[in-house]
């Protein structure tokens, strides 16, 4: 059964970063679309950024653009994602995810299927 691990949260001043890091177990990372969401208190869980399978390609939205880059290590079989200038708003619970479902968008919640418990990550002002 696939596994997936978050860690690399924690407590920070606006501006600095965090590399979150998505250990994974049962299947290789390499074989497929690996992906990164947030949720906030009271909010609904929001899709943050994306790597695809084999190819590599990366998907963000675009209120992480140019700040957030999401990457993989298929030696240590971990995904990764480097927060730069974080803010505020950035706050939230964030979670690794496998994707599942091809039929629609990569950032849907419902094309996934395996979720890590989360790791914390809290900006202050």
């Known amino acids: 059964q696939v596994q997936l691990v978050e860690s690399g949260g924690g407590l920070v001043q606006a501006g600095a970063s965090l590399r979150l890091s998505c250990a994974a177990s049962?299947?290789?990372?390499?074989?497929?679309?690996m992906g990164w969401f947030r949720q906030a208190p009271g909010k609904e869980r929001e899709f943050v950024a994306a790597?695809?399978?084999?190819?590599?390609?990366?998907y963000y939205v675009d209120s992480v653009k140019g700040r957030f880059t999401i990457s993989r290590d298929n030696a240590k079989n971990t995904v990764y994602l480097q927060m730069n200038s974080l803010k505020p708003e950035d706050t939230a619970l964030y979670y690794c995810?496998?994707?599942?479902?091809?039929?629609?968008?990569?950032?849907?919640?419902?094309?996934?299927?395996?979720w890590g418990p989360g790791t914390q990550v809290t900006v202050s002002s």
């Open positions: 995810a496998q994707r599942r479902n091809y039929f629609s968008s990569v950032s849907r919640i419902d094309q996934y299927d395996y």
């Open positions: 049962g299947r290789t990372v390499s074989t497929v679309t």
């Open positions: 790597i695809g399978a084999n190819e590599y390609l990366t």
